[in-house]
């Protein structure tokens, strides 16, 4: 079979898992395939061909292995890209749809041929191929029979002949397409390891950042509910955030714990990257303090003490968060918290400092705006300037005007709101943490640890809240699986459709697209 040309469209070759279930045979031919079933619904799957069987996937699972030799024929549409597939086994005929239908066929007839030394029989017709679908009743009874109408055959000769000129250049098109669908750069599904876009409905805008939007989307294969961040390449390149973006996406896929919101899948196409995330459907924190203006001192101590936990567990990985605000941090349907948005986050060694001036100017530590280099005490800042809002808010040291503001962070004494009555311990509390010199704020000598021994704690069962013992002081409320009614309108009545990519933005990305060789990363899927 040395003349016969190769058509992995979905760069198998090699790939470890195929290699496994091939056990050493020469691909050649796979892509994507839809099967449709017995309700007319088209179900999604590979076929894949070696020198010695055909086989039959879904994602990476082996659902048939075919022997040339138990195929009877294909029956194939004249005006459609659908044809069956005549198996003398016990196993029901398939009925297949494929955009690469010819050269599918074609690669059948001659790994047949090589493999039986007998051309295959081919039949065309217009009629609907569902009459000429053998089931499985029917082939229990006896493995041989199908209902191949021999009337309708074709000279297989003539249709190789034919069928070679196909056009290359469409067909590598093709290719590129399904490479990046197939090429998922990372996946925690339990199932399923290769998706692309036209894998998820999205439903409805549900948040929106400075490089792309958050969608919620419903995965077709499993119906699951996911968020959907997409971030436009030439963005990132124009405002110089590939970098801080994989380094998200590392973040991202790496962390596994209750309170943080990790990575589902991640894959990019020639335009944008897309982090699919689990959905959390209570929305943002900011939602429900905007509502409420403030909270009670116990629903504080809840939140502050699963805010605490998040951040202890970052800073235990070498993550400085660095974007603490009530905006990234979402409810869950039992009312916990989660942090999410990593985008400003940054990896520090054992004693190192950074310079960079990142984060949102409310809740902005002293260090940060001095420049004189800032380590994961200004999250301990930041975290007191949350709860500090959560209790009175609005933020200890807020103007309208920005500059001011970083004035009063840098040297304003900490003051509290007369109309308020909070305990002592809250005030002592704040006041440790909202200490300007990083070197003594509170964290400084143990971190959370040191933290969670405070009295404002005192009534927190910290094992009980990571299991999620503790009832929450507000539950959500939800209609149905895809009620968005917890986040913003601004964003959920935003009009759905992706903004086009535009030649000049095209050109950049096309002179860049080394820079997000990165994101693919060397995990085997």
Same mark, same amino acid.
């Given at each position: &079979?040395?003349?016969?040309?190769?058509?992995?469209?979905?760069?198998?070759?090699?790939?470890?898992?195929?290699?496994?279930?091939?056990? $050493?045979?020469?691909?050649?031919?796979?892509?994507?395939?839809?099967?449709?079933?017995?309700?007319?619904?088209?179900? @999604?799957?590979? *076929?894949?061909?070696?020198?010695?069987?055909?086989?039959?996937?879904?994602?990476?699972?082996?659902?048939?292995? *075919?022997?040339?030799?138990? *195929?009877?024929?294909?029956?194939?549409?004249?005006?459609?890209?659908? #044809?069956?597939?005549?198996?003398?086994?016990?196993?029901? +005929?398939?009925?297949?749809?494929?955009?690469?239908?010819?050269?599918?066929?074609?690669? *059948? /007839?001659?790994?047949?041929?090589?493999?039986?030394?007998?051309?295959?029989?081919?039949?065309?017709?217009?009629?609907?191929?569902?009459?000429?679908?053998?089931?499985?009743?029917?082939?229990?009874?006896?493995?041989?029979?199908?209902?191949?109408?021999?009337?309708?055959?074709?000279?297989?000769?003539?249709?190789?002949?034919?069928?070679?000129?196909?056009?290359?250049?469409?067909?590598?098109?093709?290719?590129?397409?399904?490479?990046?669908?197939?090429?998922?750069?990372?996946?925690?599904?339990?199932?399923?390891?290769?998706?692309?876009?036209? +894998?998820?409905?999205?439903?409805?805008?549900?948040?929106?950042?400075?490089?792309?939007?958050? /969608?919620?989307?419903?995965?077709?294969?499993?119906?699951?509910?996911?968020?959907?961040?997409?971030?436009?390449?030439?963005?990132?390149?124009?405002?110089?955030?590939?970098?801080?973006?994989?380094?998200?996406?590392?973040?991202?896929?790496?962390?596994?714990?209750?309170?943080?919101?990790?990575?589902?899948?991640?894959?990019?196409?020639?335009?944008?990257?897309?982090?699919?995330?689990?959905?959390?459907?209570?929305?943002?924190?900011?939602?429900?303090?905007?509502?409420?203006?403030?909270?009670?001192?116990?629903?504080?101590?809840?939140?502050?003490?699963?805010?605490?936990?998040?951040?202890?567990?970052?800073?235990?990985?070498?993550?400085?968060?660095?974007?603490?605000?009530?905006?990234?941090?979402?409810?869950?349907?039992?009312?916990?918290?989660?942090?999410?948005?990593?985008?400003?986050?940054?990896?520090?060694?054992?004693?190192?400092?950074?310079?960079?001036? /990142?984060?949102?100017?409310?809740?902005?530590?002293?260090?940060?705006?001095? $420049?004189?280099?800032?380590? &994961?005490?200004?999250?301990?800042?930041?975290?007191?300037?949350?709860?500090?809002?959560?209790?009175?808010?609005?933020?200890? #040291?807020?103007?309208?005007?920005?500059?001011?503001?970083?004035?009063?962070?840098?040297?304003?004494?900490?003051?509290?709101?007369?109309?308020?009555?909070?305990?002592?311990?809250?005030?002592?509390?704040?006041?440790?943490?909202?200490?300007?010199?990083?070197?003594?704020?509170?964290?400084?000598?143990? $971190?959370? @640890?040191?933290?969670?021994?405070?009295?404002?704690?005192?009534?927190?069962?910290?094992?009980?809240?990571?299991?999620?013992?503790?009832?929450?002081?507000?539950?959500?409320?939800?209609?149905?699986?895809?009620?968005?009614?917890?986040?913003?309108?601004? #964003?959920?009545?935003?009009?759905?459709?992706?903004?086009?990519?535009?030649?000049?933005?095209?050109?950049?990305?096309?002179?860049?697209?080394?820079? #997000?060789?990165?994101?693919?990363?060397?995990?085997?899927?």
């Amino acid at each position: &079979m040395s003349n016969l040309k190769e058509y992995d469209l979905l760069s198998w070759t090699e790939d470890k898992e195929i290699a496994k279930i091939t056990e $050493g045979e020469k691909i050649y031919y796979s892509d994507f395939i839809a099967r449709i079933n017995r309700f007319g619904l088209n179900n @999604e799957r590979i *076929i894949l061909l070696t020198n010695k069987n055909l086989y039959h996937m879904k994602n990476k699972t082996l659902s048939r292995k *075919i022997p040339y030799s138990e *195929i009877i024929g294909i029956t194939m549409h004249k005006n459609s890209n659908e #044809f069956i597939l005549h198996l003398n086994n016990e196993e029901p +005929d398939f009925l297949y749809k494929s955009k690469n239908k010819n050269l599918l066929i074609c690669q *059948i /007839c001659k790994l047949y041929q090589a493999s039986t030394n007998k051309a295959l029989k081919l039949c065309e017709i217009e009629k609907n191929l569902k009459q000429y679908l053998t089931p499985k009743k029917d082939k229990k009874k006896n493995t041989s029979v199908t209902k191949m109408d021999e009337k309708f055959l074709i000279n297989t000769k003539t249709f190789l002949e034919k069928s070679s000129q196909i056009n290359d250049k469409e067909l590598e098109k093709d290719k590129i397409e399904k490479k990046r669908k197939v090429g998922t750069i990372f996946s925690t599904h339990q199932t399923v390891k290769n998706v692309g876009v036209d +894998d998820f409905k999205v439903i409805k805008v549900i948040g929106r950042g400075s490089y792309g939007k958050v /969608c919620l989307v419903q995965f077709k294969q499993t119906n699951e509910l996911f968020a959907m961040k997409s971030l436009k390449k030439d963005v990132l390149l124009d405002e110089e955030q590939v970098e801080s973006t994989l380094l998200e996406k590392n973040i991202l896929q790496s962390i596994n714990y209750p309170f943080l919101v990790g990575m589902v899948f991640c894959f990019q196409t020639e335009e944008r990257v897309y982090f699919i995330l689990p959905f959390v459907r209570g929305g943002e924190l900011f939602q429900l303090l905007r509502k409420n203006k403030y909270f009670p001192e116990e629903s504080v101590k809840f939140y502050a003490a699963i805010i605490g936990l998040a951040l202890e567990y970052l800073h235990k990985s070498g993550i400085v968060y660095r974007d603490i605000k009530p905006e990234n941090i979402l409810l869950d349907e039992d009312g916990y918290l989660k942090l999410i948005d990593f985008g400003m986050a940054k990896i520090l060694r054992d004693g190192e400092e950074t310079n960079s001036f /990142c984060g949102t100017a409310e809740y902005l530590a002293p260090e940060i705006i001095t $420049g004189e280099g800032h380590n &994961m005490m200004a999250d301990w800042w930041s975290y007191g300037t949350l709860i500090y809002e959560m209790l009175f808010g609005i933020p200890p #040291f807020f103007s309208q005007n920005v500059e001011k503001m970083y004035e009063f962070i840098t040297k304003s004494e900490l003051k509290f709101p007369k109309k308020f009555k909070v305990s002592d311990d809250v005030k002592d509390f704040l006041s440790k943490l909202l200490i300007k010199n990083q070197k003594e704020r509170f964290g400084a000598h143990g $971190g959370f @640890e040191e933290i969670q021994k405070h009295p404002f704690f005192k009534n927190i069962d910290f094992k009980a809240l990571e299991e999620k013992k503790i009832k929450a002081p507000f539950k959500p409320e939800f209609e149905d699986s895809f009620d968005v009614r917890n986040f913003d309108e601004e #964003f959920t009545s935003e009009d759905l459709s992706n903004s086009q990519i535009n030649e000049k933005e095209m050109d950049l990305i096309q002179k860049n697209k080394e820079k #997000f060789d990165d994101f693919d990363d060397d995990e085997d899927d």
